[in-house]
Protein backbone atom coordinates (compact mmCIF):
# COMPACT_ATOMS: atom_id res chain seq x y z
CA UNK A 1 0.00 0.00 0.00
CA UNK A 2 0.95 3.37 -0.08
CA UNK A 3 -0.05 6.63 1.01
CA UNK A 4 0.29 10.35 1.14
CA UNK A 5 2.49 11.61 4.23
CA UNK A 6 1.90 14.37 6.27
CA UNK A 7 3.21 16.17 8.95
CA UNK A 8 3.33 13.51 11.34
CA UNK A 9 5.44 11.15 9.10
CA UNK A 10 8.42 13.21 9.17
CA UNK A 11 10.69 11.84 11.57
CA UNK A 12 10.48 8.54 9.61
CA UNK A 13 11.27 10.29 6.58
CA UNK A 14 14.33 11.78 7.51
CA UNK A 15 15.03 8.68 9.07
CA UNK A 16 14.62 6.97 5.68
CA UNK A 17 16.58 9.59 3.48
CA UNK A 18 19.15 9.39 6.37
CA UNK A 19 19.72 5.52 6.00
CA UNK A 20 19.53 6.57 1.88
CA UNK A 21 22.87 8.15 2.28
CA UNK A 22 24.74 6.98 4.03
CA UNK A 23 23.74 3.68 1.83
CA UNK A 24 24.73 5.43 -1.01
CA UNK A 25 28.19 7.05 0.71
CA UNK A 26 26.49 10.40 0.51
CA UNK A 27 27.12 12.98 3.55
CA UNK A 28 23.46 13.36 5.19
CA UNK A 29 22.96 16.60 7.68
CA UNK A 30 21.57 14.31 10.31
CA UNK A 31 18.12 13.06 11.24
CA UNK A 32 17.35 15.97 13.51
CA UNK A 33 17.87 18.43 10.98
CA UNK A 34 15.77 16.41 8.36
CA UNK A 35 12.88 15.77 10.40
CA UNK A 36 13.11 19.86 10.64
CA UNK A 37 13.10 19.99 6.89
CA UNK A 38 10.73 17.47 6.10
CA UNK A 39 7.96 18.95 8.33
CA UNK A 40 8.54 22.31 6.97
CA UNK A 41 7.83 21.08 3.19
CA UNK A 42 5.38 19.29 4.06
CA UNK A 43 3.61 21.48 5.29
CA UNK A 44 3.68 24.22 3.05
CA UNK A 45 3.27 21.86 0.36
CA UNK A 46 6.92 22.30 -1.55
CA UNK A 47 7.49 18.61 -1.67
CA UNK A 48 4.71 15.48 -2.25
CA UNK A 49 6.03 12.59 0.25
CA UNK A 50 4.32 8.85 -0.52
CA UNK A 51 4.99 6.07 1.98
CA UNK A 52 4.81 2.41 0.76
CA UNK A 53 4.02 -0.63 3.00
CA UNK A 54 4.40 -4.30 1.66
CA UNK A 55 1.72 -4.80 3.89
CA UNK A 56 -1.16 -3.12 5.21
CA UNK A 57 -1.43 -4.49 8.82
CA UNK A 58 2.51 -3.53 8.79
CA UNK A 59 0.93 0.56 8.55
CA UNK A 60 1.38 1.24 12.14
CA UNK A 61 5.25 0.44 11.67
CA UNK A 62 7.52 2.94 10.06
CA UNK A 63 7.59 2.88 5.95
CA UNK A 64 9.41 0.77 3.86
CA UNK A 65 10.01 2.82 0.81
CA UNK A 66 9.54 6.36 0.01
CA UNK A 67 8.72 9.17 -3.17
CA UNK A 68 9.57 12.16 -3.32
CA UNK A 69 8.23 14.42 -5.45
CA UNK A 70 8.60 18.49 -6.25
CA UNK A 71 6.57 20.06 -8.59
CA UNK A 72 7.64 23.45 -10.47
CA UNK A 73 6.11 25.94 -13.22
CA UNK A 74 7.78 25.55 -16.64
CA UNK A 75 7.70 27.87 -19.74
CA UNK A 76 6.51 25.04 -21.68
CA UNK A 77 3.43 24.46 -20.64
CA UNK A 78 0.13 25.80 -18.29
CA UNK A 79 1.18 22.78 -16.04
CA UNK A 80 4.20 22.16 -13.96
CA UNK A 81 7.29 19.51 -14.45
CA UNK A 82 7.35 17.06 -11.83
CA UNK A 83 10.83 16.23 -10.20
CA UNK A 84 10.92 12.47 -8.56
CA UNK A 85 14.09 13.64 -6.71
CA UNK A 86 13.94 10.19 -3.96
CA UNK A 87 13.02 6.65 -4.47
CA UNK A 88 13.76 4.52 -1.81
CA UNK A 89 12.83 1.17 -0.77
CA UNK A 90 14.80 0.16 2.76
CA UNK A 91 17.50 -2.97 2.15
CA UNK A 92 15.06 -5.53 3.61
CA UNK A 93 11.95 -5.08 1.08
CA UNK A 94 13.23 -5.05 -1.92
CA UNK A 95 11.89 -7.36 -4.85
CA UNK A 96 8.51 -7.24 -3.27
CA UNK A 97 7.12 -4.28 -5.63
CA UNK A 98 7.25 -1.85 -3.68
CA UNK A 99 9.51 0.74 -6.39
CA UNK A 100 6.93 0.03 -8.72
CA UNK A 101 3.79 0.48 -6.66
CA UNK A 102 5.80 4.05 -5.22
CA UNK A 103 6.45 4.85 -9.37
CA UNK A 104 2.68 3.73 -10.31
CA UNK A 105 1.61 6.17 -7.13
CA UNK A 106 3.86 9.34 -8.26
CA UNK A 107 2.46 9.35 -11.86
CA UNK A 108 -0.81 9.27 -10.57
CA UNK A 109 0.18 12.54 -8.50
CA UNK A 110 1.62 13.94 -11.63
CA UNK A 111 -1.55 13.65 -13.99
CA UNK A 112 -3.49 14.91 -10.94
CA UNK A 113 -1.95 17.70 -11.04
CA UNK A 114 -1.77 18.18 -14.66
CA UNK A 115 2.18 17.91 -15.04
CA UNK A 116 3.61 17.78 -18.23
CA UNK A 117 6.69 15.88 -17.86
CA UNK A 118 7.85 13.86 -15.00
CA UNK A 119 11.88 14.02 -14.80
CA UNK A 120 14.66 11.98 -12.29
CA UNK A 121 17.99 11.80 -12.50
CA UNK A 122 20.24 8.44 -11.64
CA UNK A 123 23.10 6.94 -11.63
CA UNK A 124 24.24 4.79 -14.85
CA UNK A 125 25.09 1.69 -12.73
CA UNK A 126 22.24 1.49 -10.93
CA UNK A 127 20.77 -0.91 -13.34
CA UNK A 128 17.79 -2.16 -11.15
CA UNK A 129 16.14 1.42 -10.75
CA UNK A 130 16.71 2.13 -14.55
CA UNK A 131 14.52 -0.81 -15.13
CA UNK A 132 12.28 0.21 -13.42
CA UNK A 133 12.19 4.19 -14.63
CA UNK A 134 11.93 2.37 -18.17
CA UNK A 135 9.78 -0.28 -17.79
CA UNK A 136 7.61 2.97 -16.50
CA UNK A 137 8.36 4.50 -19.58
CA UNK A 138 10.91 6.90 -18.97
CA UNK A 139 13.60 8.19 -21.82
CA UNK A 140 17.25 8.67 -21.46
CA UNK A 141 17.73 9.73 -24.87
CA UNK A 142 17.53 13.60 -26.19
CA UNK A 143 14.91 13.92 -28.70
CA UNK A 144 15.32 14.52 -32.00
CA UNK A 145 18.70 12.52 -34.41
CA UNK A 146 20.95 12.23 -32.21
CA UNK A 147 19.48 10.12 -29.63
CA UNK A 148 22.72 10.93 -27.47
CA UNK A 149 21.84 10.25 -24.13
CA UNK A 150 20.90 12.74 -21.50
CA UNK A 151 23.59 13.73 -18.34
CA UNK A 152 23.22 15.22 -15.16
CA UNK A 153 25.61 17.20 -13.73
CA UNK A 154 26.46 19.45 -10.37
CA UNK A 155 28.20 21.82 -8.39
CA UNK A 156 28.14 22.48 -4.92
CA UNK A 157 28.39 25.99 -4.03
CA UNK B 1 27.65 42.31 -20.56
CA UNK B 2 24.35 39.93 -18.76
CA UNK B 3 21.94 41.68 -16.46
CA UNK B 4 18.14 40.00 -15.26
CA UNK B 5 15.55 40.43 -17.25
CA UNK B 6 12.82 42.00 -16.61
CA UNK B 7 8.97 41.45 -17.26
CA UNK B 8 9.83 43.96 -20.14
CA UNK B 9 11.89 41.40 -21.97
CA UNK B 10 9.04 38.37 -22.02
CA UNK B 11 8.59 38.35 -25.79
CA UNK B 12 12.29 38.47 -26.65
CA UNK B 13 12.99 36.12 -24.39
CA UNK B 14 10.12 33.62 -25.87
CA UNK B 15 11.78 34.48 -29.28
CA UNK B 16 14.70 33.06 -28.17
CA UNK B 17 13.15 29.93 -26.43
CA UNK B 18 11.63 28.82 -29.16
CA UNK B 19 14.68 29.38 -31.56
CA UNK B 20 16.25 27.20 -29.40
CA UNK B 21 13.37 24.28 -29.56
CA UNK B 22 13.48 24.49 -33.27
CA UNK B 23 17.46 24.41 -33.89
CA UNK B 24 17.44 21.43 -31.10
CA UNK B 25 14.59 19.49 -33.20
CA UNK B 26 11.93 20.03 -29.97
CA UNK B 27 8.30 20.63 -30.12
CA UNK B 28 7.56 24.66 -29.38
CA UNK B 29 4.32 25.61 -27.98
CA UNK B 30 5.31 28.55 -30.14
CA UNK B 31 5.76 32.78 -29.02
CA UNK B 32 3.11 33.52 -27.90
CA UNK B 33 2.30 31.23 -25.65
CA UNK B 34 5.51 31.38 -24.10
CA UNK B 35 5.58 35.13 -24.03
CA UNK B 36 2.73 34.73 -21.63
CA UNK B 37 4.43 31.79 -19.66
CA UNK B 38 8.08 34.03 -19.36
CA UNK B 39 5.78 37.27 -18.34
CA UNK B 40 3.88 35.41 -15.54
CA UNK B 41 6.96 33.40 -14.44
CA UNK B 42 9.25 36.40 -14.29
CA UNK B 43 6.02 38.41 -12.40
CA UNK B 44 5.68 36.05 -9.44
CA UNK B 45 9.42 35.35 -9.42
CA UNK B 46 9.22 31.78 -10.31
CA UNK B 47 11.84 31.90 -12.88
CA UNK B 48 15.19 33.90 -13.22
CA UNK B 49 16.46 34.58 -16.74
CA UNK B 50 19.61 36.55 -17.31
CA UNK B 51 20.35 38.30 -20.54
CA UNK B 52 23.65 38.51 -22.70
CA UNK B 53 24.96 40.82 -25.38
CA UNK B 54 28.40 40.92 -26.54
CA UNK B 55 28.71 44.33 -26.86
CA UNK B 56 26.85 47.10 -24.25
CA UNK B 57 26.07 49.60 -27.09
CA UNK B 58 24.04 46.51 -28.41
CA UNK B 59 21.81 46.40 -25.38
CA UNK B 60 18.61 48.19 -27.23
CA UNK B 61 18.86 45.11 -29.61
CA UNK B 62 17.77 41.66 -28.43
CA UNK B 63 19.51 39.62 -26.23
CA UNK B 64 22.43 37.42 -27.89
CA UNK B 65 22.48 34.83 -25.07
CA UNK B 66 20.33 33.82 -21.98
CA UNK B 67 20.14 31.58 -19.10
CA UNK B 68 16.93 30.66 -17.09
CA UNK B 69 17.15 29.14 -13.53
CA UNK B 70 15.09 27.63 -11.48
CA UNK B 71 15.34 27.99 -7.02
CA UNK B 72 13.52 24.97 -5.43
CA UNK B 73 13.89 24.69 -1.25
CA UNK B 74 15.48 20.91 -0.83
CA UNK B 75 15.38 18.42 2.48
CA UNK B 76 19.47 18.93 2.58
CA UNK B 77 20.12 22.25 3.60
CA UNK B 78 18.19 25.28 4.54
CA UNK B 79 19.65 27.14 1.33
CA UNK B 80 17.48 26.23 -1.95
CA UNK B 81 18.67 24.39 -5.11
CA UNK B 82 19.27 25.99 -8.15
CA UNK B 83 18.52 24.01 -11.43
CA UNK B 84 19.66 25.83 -14.77
CA UNK B 85 16.93 24.78 -16.99
CA UNK B 86 18.36 26.53 -20.00
CA UNK B 87 21.40 27.87 -21.44
CA UNK B 88 21.73 29.55 -25.28
CA UNK B 89 23.51 31.66 -27.28
CA UNK B 90 22.28 32.67 -30.74
CA UNK B 91 24.19 30.94 -33.38
CA UNK B 92 25.34 33.91 -34.47
CA UNK B 93 27.13 35.34 -31.54
CA UNK B 94 28.80 31.66 -30.27
CA UNK B 95 32.69 31.63 -29.78
CA UNK B 96 32.97 34.91 -28.06
CA UNK B 97 32.16 33.95 -24.47
CA UNK B 98 29.04 35.16 -23.97
CA UNK B 99 27.91 31.36 -22.33
CA UNK B 100 30.94 31.71 -19.90
CA UNK B 101 29.84 34.87 -19.24
CA UNK B 102 26.46 33.51 -18.23
CA UNK B 103 27.61 30.97 -16.25
CA UNK B 104 29.63 33.34 -14.07
CA UNK B 105 26.38 35.29 -13.63
CA UNK B 106 24.41 32.18 -12.92
CA UNK B 107 26.51 31.07 -10.22
CA UNK B 108 26.72 34.44 -8.55
CA UNK B 109 22.57 34.57 -8.45
CA UNK B 110 22.87 30.80 -7.20
CA UNK B 111 25.32 32.27 -4.52
CA UNK B 112 23.46 35.25 -3.45
CA UNK B 113 20.38 33.08 -2.55
CA UNK B 114 21.94 31.14 -0.58
CA UNK B 115 21.66 28.09 -2.68
CA UNK B 116 23.76 24.85 -2.13
CA UNK B 117 23.83 23.20 -5.05
CA UNK B 118 23.45 23.72 -9.03
CA UNK B 119 22.27 21.46 -11.62
CA UNK B 120 21.60 20.91 -15.17
CA UNK B 121 21.15 18.28 -17.79
CA UNK B 122 22.51 18.41 -21.01
CA UNK B 123 23.13 16.20 -24.12
CA UNK B 124 26.17 13.57 -24.22
CA UNK B 125 27.03 14.93 -27.61
CA UNK B 126 26.45 18.33 -26.57
CA UNK B 127 30.73 18.70 -26.15
CA UNK B 128 30.86 22.46 -26.36
CA UNK B 129 28.59 22.56 -23.63
CA UNK B 130 29.71 20.06 -21.26
CA UNK B 131 33.30 21.63 -22.01
CA UNK B 132 31.78 24.88 -20.36
CA UNK B 133 30.34 23.28 -17.65
CA UNK B 134 32.88 21.13 -16.22
CA UNK B 135 35.43 23.96 -16.55
CA UNK B 136 32.99 25.80 -14.27
CA UNK B 137 33.22 22.96 -11.64
CA UNK B 138 30.14 20.77 -12.75
CA UNK B 139 30.56 17.28 -12.21
CA UNK B 140 28.69 14.33 -13.91
CA UNK B 141 29.87 11.51 -11.56
CA UNK B 142 28.00 9.81 -8.27
CA UNK B 143 29.57 10.92 -5.53
CA UNK B 144 31.22 7.42 -4.10
CA UNK B 145 33.49 4.59 -4.96
CA UNK B 146 31.50 3.87 -7.77
CA UNK B 147 32.00 6.88 -10.06
CA UNK B 148 29.10 6.19 -12.11
CA UNK B 149 28.11 9.02 -14.83
CA UNK B 150 24.52 11.00 -13.70
CA UNK B 151 21.67 9.76 -16.56
CA UNK B 152 19.00 12.46 -17.00
CA UNK B 153 15.44 10.74 -17.68
CA UNK B 154 11.76 12.44 -18.62
CA UNK B 155 8.46 11.01 -18.87
CA UNK B 156 5.94 12.74 -20.69
CA UNK B 157 2.75 12.56 -19.54
Excluded: C
Excluded at 92 to 107: F, I, K, Q, S, T
Excluded at 143 to 151: D, P, R, S
Amino acid sequence: MVRPATRDDASQIARILDDFNLEFGDPSPGERFLTSRVTALIADGSKHFLLAWTAIDEAGAGPEGLAQVDFRPTVWSDGPVALLEELYVVPGRRGHGLGRELMDAVLDLARGRGAAMVELATGEDDTAARGLYESAGFRNRVEGEQNAAMLYYELEL
